[in-house]
């Protein structure tokens, strides 16, 4: 099989998440999961004629029905899939990258998480992935912020299903006062050290770069390590396997050996992402 | 060892050419390009091609598929195109060892099929190089001009050419030409006379030192690289003629009649090359000039055991519209030491 | 040139200028760099201006200018041109350099040069109309007339464009037996399906480096439509056998009125594409169709193809009338 020739997938199902999210559920055409992933791991998603670009696989490997990609309207190939309608068919190809460690380094351990806006997307595979392995993980808590409470992705599903998940513990946020909103307002930075988490916590994060820039500095305040601090990184992708050339931090290729960092593992990279 | 007259090349190639695809060094506007052997081909084996030898392999543009698109349907088509057997002639040390550069990248899991076929059906002539160039730095890489390698290795001596099989694909290929034996000692001489001009080059003083895997942090920040990289247009041509840039894009193509995926060349020199909707890691020419060097002197290194994704041909040199280049770099940045 | 460097020195120390743009010697015998210089000491070590500086400075004056302080360029006669036109358009500004026009008798070709020769370069002396080379097998010596570069050889003037604020030498004349369109007019002389393949032929080696474009001094568009991928066309290998030629023909159309001829597009082909002749046709056209005009000539004078006057001919008739207004 040639890695670059991508399979044809059905599109189920589309849902507004927000104003700017869609979820996009895709299938084989005879109904299968097109493949089996690791949480935090990449596709590529390809409309032919308009381009082929990254997306993480925000449903969870546990779900054994579909794959879920949760893709924000920013660019020319994102603005085609969010007019696409249910059984329209696209390309796929991966799964791409490392993931997250949910078998190794993450078991056993109280684990925190932080998202920004549609930073959400690539950890929500996660946090379903270990909901559904609960006896696996130690404690979880979920910090996740957004401009508004429009624009939090997923909203249904936290306050239907991980708010009602024991051991789970949701904190939300928006950036500004909103009529509809009686929940914690403020930056998701300041909210984190509001809260004052165990520092014995792993903690996976992501979102837009200037909430990653003071939550990680916010974190290290209290008292965190780099070694603690997973991240997960996008840069401009075209092959997804670590030979086209663009995707390098150094001598790493995010869509090969992410696009899960640890921040210690950053810090030893040159700044240019 | 065999051996033929000079004048008997333009026979031999044709003998060559009657049975399989054959690419020749000739002559095309002042340059010398690697170009299909046909009756009246200029055959110039004066110097190493203006082009390198990654074509072959690698081309500048290919299908990767074809998409049919009706409705809501999609159909995948994989319309690669199909492969016949080739020799490329006249290929020197410097591009030889650039294929290594390359399979590292393209034969590496996953395997890129498209590259790995074309590696496949070849046969690959070299030529020790007679006369090095001032622009030649491939010792600095470990490279020695006058034992080539590839398949066949071809010496021009005096007034004859001699042939020597280095893998048994060139062995069955030589012995199928029923060429006549000797050519030992001539070879011998030619190469006592290469070494000579070697050890003369302005460049072969030229070391590695400094660079290789590792060397991230103390190049990175270096200030030079603002000095390097000012007269730099952004263009392409560096990384075109370079027989180990690899980088490439994947794009689409409205045939009226299908969609064509295609892969093409693509040049980290470029600024759209990381450009995202997101935003741009490398924001200014410093940024990218200096990926293109890091690569090529420590990325690539640490990810291949050493090996330098250099191979010293010297073609940026040649081609640089504004004489910036790989060696320029090297001692730049060596200065600091 | 120690009369250029003394200017050089004299422009930092009357603080006229904060930094120069010149050439400055490369790694090859034959290779001439681009840099700006920010002292007087670093310009007199570095500075050199001979056979070898063929490279045009005015494009890099449209970043250089917008920066604070004032940039000294010397320009030769075909670069000012450039100079003057991207004034014209407004991309440099004005203000922010000090220009110093100096002479030219045409530069080398050194790529041509170096392969002219077999063996390895290691020095070359330049004694006017003969250039001595030392290679590693002993010397050899050109003439320095054979190896000038194509937009040299046809050169077309040796007078300055009006912009530059002081001259060095003497200035010089209109070249009267310019040479530059008889190439022209031989492909003109061709028929459709001649001309057709000589252009196929020749752009079948464009390898989409976009040298051409990024030296130009006329394409200065902070965005090309090329890098648009909304444009339907690639800035990369074509996926079509025929878009390497549209882009070439596209460009010329872009520049034409604006391509002053200074000949770098061909300059820096990697792969010796006559880039400079389908600008050239324009250029012949135009002063066929509305009169000679020179691109950068005048800075008041509106150009053929973005003006209309009453006298503008219809050049579908003039062409069917032989080609002659």
Redesign the interface.
Same mark, same amino acid.
């Given at each position: 099989m040639e890695a670059l020739i991508p399979q044809v997938v059905v599109c189920t199902d589309v849902r507004r998440d927000t104003p700017d999210v869609k979820t996009f559920r895709i299938l084989t055409p005879d109904g299968k999961k097109p493949f089996v992933n690791i949480p935090g791991q990449c596709a590529m998603l390809s409309i032919p004629g308009v381009?082929e670009a990254m997306f993480s696989i925000t449903s969870s490997p546990t779900n054994k029905e579909y794959m879920e990609f949760s893709i924000k309207k920013c660019g %020319?190939l994102t603005e085609w899939l969010h007019m696409i309608e249910p059984g329209q068919q696209l390309t796929i190809r991966g799964p791409y990258g490392n993931g997250f460690p949910v078998d190794t380094a993450l078991k056993g351990k109280d684990l925190l998480f932080i998202a920004g806006g549609i930073g959400l997307a690539p950890l929500r595979s996660v946090i379903n992935y270990c909901r559904d392995n609960r006896a696996d993980y130690g404690t979880i808590d979920i910090i996740y912020g957004s401009r508004s409470k429009d624009d939090l992705v997923d909203y249904k599903e936290i306050i239907d299903e991980w708010m009602n998940t024991p051991g789970v513990n949701v904190h939300l946020t928006i950036d500004r006062e909103q009529e509809v909103w009686d929940g914690h307002v403020g930056f998701v930075p300041n909210y984190v050290k509001e809260l004052n988490p165990d520092i014995k916590k792993t903690v996976l994060m992501c979102g837009p770069p200037i909430m990653i820039k003071f939550t990680l500095a916010g974190l290290k305040e209290l008292g965190f390590e780099d070694t603690q601090i997973y991240t997960t990184m996008e840069l401009r992708m075209k092959c997804g396997i670590g030979k086209c050339g663009r995707c390098n931090i150094g001598a790493k290729y995010v869509c090969k050996d992410g696009p899960v960092f640890r921040f210690d593992q950053l810090d030893e990279l040159p700044n240019e992402y | 060892m065999y051996s033929i007259k000079k004048e008997a090349l333009g026979s031999l190639l044709a003998a060559i050419g009657a049975k399989r695809k054959l690419y020749v060094p000739a002559d095309?506007?002042? @340059?010398i390009?690697f170009t299909p052997y046909a009756d009246g081909v200029s055959v110039n084996l004066?110097?190493n091609p203006?082009?390198s030898a990654k074509d072959f392999f690698f081309p500048?543009?290919e299908n990767i598929c074809r998409f049919k698109v009706c409705g809501k349907t999609v159909d995948v088509i994989d319309n690669r195109e199909k492969n016949e057997d080739f020799v490329v002639f006249g290929v020197r040390a410097c591009d030889v060892k650039s294929f290594e550069v390359l399979d590292n990248v393209f034969l590496s899991e996953p395997v890129d099929g498209y590259y790995k076929d074309r590696r496949d059906h070849s046969l690959i002539v070299t030529l020790a190089c007679s006369?090095? @160039? #001032?622009? %030649?730095f491939c010792g600095t890489f470990g490279i020695d001009c006058a034992a080539p390698g590839g398949d066949v290795e071809a010496y021009a001596c005096g007034d004859s050419y001699a042939f020597r099989a280095i893998t048994e694909k060139g062995e069955a290929f030589l012995a199928e030409l029923s060429l006549e034996n000797g050519g030992d000692e001539a070879v011998e001489a030619c190469k006592a006379k290469i070494n000579e001009?070697k050890a003369?080059?302005?460049l072969s003083d030229l070391t590695t030192e400094g660079f290789g895997g590792g060397k991230t942090k103390d190049l990175f920040n270096n200030p030079k690289w603002a000095?390097l990289s000012?007269?730099c247009?952004?263009?392409?041509?560096c *990384?075109?003629?370079c027989p180990t840039c690899q980088c490439y894009?994947i794009?689409d193509?409205d *045939?009226g009649n299908g969609i064509?995926r =295609?892969r093409?060349?693509?040049?980290c020199m =470029?600024?759209?090359f990381t450009k995202m909707s997101a935003g741009q890691p490398r924001p200014s020419q410093l940024e990218r000039f200096r990926q293109r060097f890091m690569h090529k002197l420590v990325y690539y290194p640490e990810n291949n055991n050493g090996l330098f994704s250099c191979v010293g041909c010297g073609r940026c @040199?040649?081609?640089c519209? +504004?004489?910036?280049?790989i060696?320029?770099v090297m001692?730049a940045l060596r200065e600091d030491d | 040139m120690q009369e250029l460097i003394k200017k050089g020195k004299e422009l930092f120390a009357n603080g006229t200028v904060d930094r120069i743009i010149g050439w400055t010697r490369? #790694?090859?015998?034959y290779?001439? #760099?681009?840099?700006?210089f920010r002292c007087a000491e670093c310009f007199e070590k570095d500075f050199v201006y001979d056979a070898f500086c063929g490279?045009n400075l005015s494009k =890099?004056l449209i970043e250089e200018s917008g920066k604070e302080g004032k940039i000294g360029v010397f320009l030769k006669p075909c670069d000012s041109y450039s100079f003057a036109q991207l004034i014209k358009e407004h991309r440099i500004k004005k203000e922010n350099v000090y220009a110093v026009a100096i002479e030219c008798y045409g530069k080398c070709d050194s790529?041509?040069l170096?392969?002219s020769v #077999?063996?390895?370069? =290691?020095w070359i002396t330049d004694n006017g109309p003969e250039l001595k080379i030392d290679t590693?097998?002993g010397a050899v010596v050109r003439n320095t007339y054979d190896y000038m570069l194509e937009k040299c050889a046809a050169c077309k003037t040796k007078k300055h464009a009006p912009g530059c604020d002081e001259t060095i030498g003497d200035e010089g004349e209109k070249v009267d037996d310019c040479t530059r369109f008889d190439i022209v007019a031989k492909l003109e002389a061709m028929t459709p399906e001649e001309r057709f393949a000589f252009w196929r032929g020749?752009l079948s080696?464009c390898?989409?480096? &976009?040298?051409c474009? &990024?030296?130009c001094p006329a394409c200065s568009c902070e965005h090309c439509v090329f890098?648009n991928?909304?444009s339907g066309i690639? +800035?990369?290998?074509?996926?079509?056998s025929f878009e390497e030629n549209n882009f070439h023909i596209i460009r010329a159309f872009h520049v034409a009125g604006r391509c002053t001829d200074c000949g770098e597009c061909s300059?820096?082909c990697?792969?010796?594409?006559p880039l400079h002749l389908l600008n050239r046709k324009f250029i012949k056209d135009i002063n066929e169709l509305y009169g000679e005009y020179q691109a950068g000539e005048n800075p008041d004078e509106r150009a053929p193809l973005t003006n209309y006057t009453k006298a503008d001919c219809e050049p579908s008739v003039v062409y069917k009338r032989g080609g002659k207004n």
């Open positions: 381009g %020319c | 095309n506007a002042g @340059l390009l004066s110097r203006d082009v500048q543009v006369k090095p @160039l #001032e622009t %030649c001009i003369k080059l302005p000095e000012a007269s247009l952004g263009c392409g041509t *990384t075109f003629v894009d794009r193509f *045939t064509q =295609y093409c060349w693509d040049s =470029y600024r759209d @040199l040649r081609k519209p +504004q004489s910036l280049n060696v320029k001692k | 490369g #790694e090859l015998p290779d001439r #760099e681009i840099r700006v490279a =890099y790529r041509a170096a392969d #077999e063996d390895a370069i =290691y590693v097998s020749e080696r390898i989409r480096c &976009n040298a474009r &990024n030296v890098d991928p909304a690639s +800035q990369k290998a074509a996926a079509d300059r820096v990697p792969q010796h594409i």
